[in-house]
T-cell receptor
Framework: EAGVTQFPSHSVIEKGQTVTLRCDPI?????LYWYRRVMGKEIKFLLH????????ESGMPNNRFLAERTGGTYSTLKVQPAELEDSGVYFC?????????????FGPGTRLTVT | AQSVSQHNHHVILSEAASLELGCNYS??????LFWYVQYPGQHLQLLLK??????LVKGIKGFEAEFIKSKFSFNLRKPSVQWSDTAEYFC???????????FGKGNQVVVIP
């Protein structure tokens, strides 16, 4: 079974530009999550999709961040316009719906650098 | 909201030494507990998890963790480390019924051959 994939692996953009990150979950996983790790800090939750619906977006930092999951398959996370503090590693994870007993499988992450 | 504390963010030890990484969480309700590991250049992988039952959990590669409810702790242990255990280790918690994981800051472990 293929794992969670993310694209690109690295992105370097200037402040004010737009970047779109993509995540492909494991096939059949209805739950998709985005997390972010800013350098020196802990990995923090951004949001959770169940199929194409946003279940929990309480971790989104501000309205410059827009996540979508059209059709309930892959997801995109767009940052527009990017700011310096958006630099970090963005992780995507997916899981099956299985009550309270589940495991989140993580992708390799996208390292975003805003200069 | 849950929060997770991991101390000793950088640990250096020799092969065959024992390893113990502390994890404390703050949350008053019932939780699921996890240890994830990220080897150099690889994805975050699940090392072990606790949902219910026996509080002593055994994971992959000889790791184990003990859930002590009264101490809000879920410490990770390995009696004898190998060079290949060099990695960053993350403790994570989520409240039952809530899919959002809260992570600690991680422990960077370096094992010297």
């Amino acid at each position: 079974e293929a794992g969670v994939t993310q694209f690109p692996s690295h992105s370097v953009i200037e402040k004010g530009q737009t970047v779109t990150l993509r995540c492909d979950p494991i096939s059949g996983h209805d739950n998709l999550y985005w997390y972010r790790r800013v350098m020196g800090k802990e990995i923090k939750f951004l949001l959770h999709f169940v199929k194409e619906s946003k279940q929990d977006e309480s971790g989104m930092p501000n309205n410059r961040f827009l996540a979508e999951r059209t059709g309930g398959t892959y997801s995109t996370l767009k940052v527009q316009p990017a700011e310096l503090e958006d630099s970090g590693v963005y992780f995507c994870a997916s899981s099956r719906i299985a009550g309270n007993s589940y495991e989140q499988y993580f992708g390799p992450g996208t390292r975003l650098t805003v200069t | 909201a849950q929060s997770v504390s991991q101390h000793n963010h950088h640990v250096i030890l020799s092969e065959a030494a024992s390893l113990e990484l502390g994890c404390n969480y703050s949350y008053g309700g019932t939780v699921n507990l996890f240890w994830y590991v990220q080897y150099p250049g690889q994805h975050l992988q699940l090392l072990l998890k606790y949902f219910s039952g026996d509080p002593l959990v055994k994971g992959i590669k000889g790791f184990e963790a003990e859930f002590i409810k009264s101490k809000f702790s879920f410490n990770l242990r390995k009696p004898s480390v190998q060079w290949s255990d060099t990695a960053e280790y993350f403790c994570a918690v989520n409240a039952k019924g809530n899919n959002r994981l809260a992570f600690g800051k991680g422990n960077q472990v370096v094992v010297i051959p």
